[in-house]
């Protein structure tokens, strides 16, 4: 079988699979130490036999990993519709930034007097950042969303078990929030108490009073929530939880929708995560590591993790350890420092009106689909959404037995990285789009053809769009069998 | 259509419970496991585990969505459908037979006369498919 598809494209094998033994890449010259033969490991851990490395040339090598990379499909290659997800460009004067000698050759363990521009970059970030929530205190150590929740949660019980005596034992988390919530929850030592949205998708402040209870930390809401829906009456059930005793986290992973307009503290929460990379334009999905502040108000700022980078009264900047009520440390030395610097320079190159016409142009956006695809799909809550719309298959599968899978499957023919599937879950069979603030008219036009050319594909040949995606080198996997029975390692074959 | 037997109880969640002697066996509907697609993993119980009704005992997987499993009735776990470890396809070839999933042992009777016979379980069903 040849390896060639259409054009230039490769099929290409595992590199282990075109390894020839004697081939090699390298040559390193003759080593100046006599080897002994010992060697100061235990004898245990020694291994018997050679590791089975793949053996190629250099070249094969640089045409293996090119070529791989050419199948990689990125925010840089085309449009990346994954709700909730806010998949944004990436400007590159943020990488310009962060490769500045200054900052990326920093050993962060020099003595602070080497480091103060970055230390200042640090705190200067985080006041930015809690002044476009509206807490007080910030912290950067967290190294993605999940890791901000679990940090952020956790300074709620510690709080709790320091004023109550208590950390109490139960979360709500709405139908609506993200998914990565209860599992914060467990990761924390709580039970999670769902509660259903109601018809119009959001949370009823009614619902959230009848589990309210001494037993209940605190709530997890997601604004705007997964139905990219504004909870607007967060104040009401903010209150009714504080009454209660507990506290209010807010999943800040959709703050693009808010940026500039409307601040999560001035809301009657006490603690919510951002997600560098996806509301401030960090690489986000394999291009770079994640982080994921977290932002605070007055009462949980003493439990914050260490270090502290704080000003001394001569003007320097230091870092403070001393901090007796801190939960600890969450990440090692500042956390993702490199993201700093990217999120810093976004904000700096948007400034404050530059900022507002993201989350405008987010929600302008995610609107313009809402109604364009509204001809052809069911929209779930088909009125003013925020950043992101949640669409489902309801009439591809009444009129043409197709359904979410076969539709994400074919968007992939068309071009285009499918969406959010099936979630939320509280939407059957849920196709939820975030197009964000970077995408043109044109491309966002371009998207909606594709999905109007899939529902009359649908109604005339559904059969056929059951087999999508044909385009690609490879088609449609067995998703089934591949969580049934997973093959996770090569291994050379028998003989 | 969705298979739906007559001498079933039933739940909102798309469970179905069949009293058996002294216990009560449980298991996800024919609507549940079509909605749900390929299982691929049966999260169990352990037996001796005390559930009271509402509690969430388990999970069903599919390649698009983990889903919990909620006690219809409270009891005691006094037996948990092993075989699914290795064949959780069982859940779809045969949902009311070899697919079950655990059996109970149920203090209330009451609970379980509470929860949906098949006229009105059928009606939730219809309601639900949009």
Known sequence: MSIATRGLQFREPLIFEVSSPGRTGHSLPASCVEASGDVALPAGLL????????????LEAVRHFVRLSQQNYGIDVGFFPLGSCTMKYNPKVNE?????????????????????????????????????????????????????????????????????????AKVLVPDTAHGTNPATCKM???????????????????????????????????????????????????DIVHAGGGMVYCD??????????????????????????????????????????????????????????????????????????????????????????RAYTYIRELGREGLLDVSGMAVLNANYLRVKLGKTYNVVQDRVCMH???????????????????????????????????????VHNAIMIEPTETESKDTLDAFIEAMETIDRDARANPDGLRQAPLKPIVGRLDETRAVRQPVLRWSPKAG | MADIRPDLRYTEDHEWARPDGDVVVIGITDFAQAQLGDIVMVELPRVGDRLN????????????????????????????NGALDDKPELVNSDCYGEGWIVKLRAGDAAELDALMDAGAYAKHVAEADH
């Open chain 1, 388 to 426: 992101e719309v949640v669409l489902n298959d309801k009439h591809q599968r009444r009129d043409a037995g197709v359904d979410t899978r076969d539709i994400a499957k074919a968007i992939i023919d068309q071009g285009f990285h499918p969406p959010t599937t099936f979630f939320p879950i509280c």
């Open chain 1, 188 to 238: 924390n030592g709580y039970a999670t108490v769902p509660i259903a949205s109601a018809d119009n998708g959001l949370v009823r402040p009614e619902d959230v009073a009848a589990v309210m209870s001494d037993d209940v930390a605190a709530i997890m809401i997601t604004n705007p929530n997964t139905l990219g829906l504004f909870e607007s009456q967060i104040k009401e059930i903010a």
């Open chain 2, 53 to 80: 009704k509402g509690d969430t005992f388990g999970t069903v997987e599919s390649p698009k969505s983990v889903s919990d499993l909620f006690a219809p009735v409270s009891g005691e776990v006094v037996e948990v």
């Open chain 1, 47 to 58: 291994r018997q036999d050679a590791p089975a490395w793949p053996e190629v040339s250099e």
């Open chain 1, 96 to 168: 310009d930034v962060a490769r500045l000698p200054g900052f990326a050759d920093l050993h962060p363990l020099a003595p602070t007097s080497w480091t103060q521009g970055a230390l200042e970059l640090y705190a200067t970030l985080e006041r930015y950042l809690a002044e476009i929530t509206g807490f007080s205190a910030v912290s950067l150590q967290p190294a993605a969303g999940a890791h901000g929740e679990f940090t952020g949660l956790r300074l709620i019980r510690e709080h709790l078990i320091t004023t109550q005596g208590t950390p109490r």
């Open chain 1, 252 to 341: 800040g992973a959709n703050m693009n929708a808010l940026l500039g307009r409307g601040r999560p503290g001035d809301m009657g929460v006490d603690v919510m995560h951002l997600n560098l990379h996806k509301t401030f334009s960090t690489p986000h999905g394999g291009g770079g590591p994640g982080s994921g502040p977290v932002c605070v108000n007055d009462a949980l700022e003493p439990y914050l993790p260490v270090p502290r980078v704080v000003r001394g009264a001569d003007g320097a900047w230091t870092v403070d350890f001393d901090r007796p009520a801190t939960i600890g440390r969450v990440k090692a030395f500042f956390g993702n420092f490199g993201m700093h610097v």
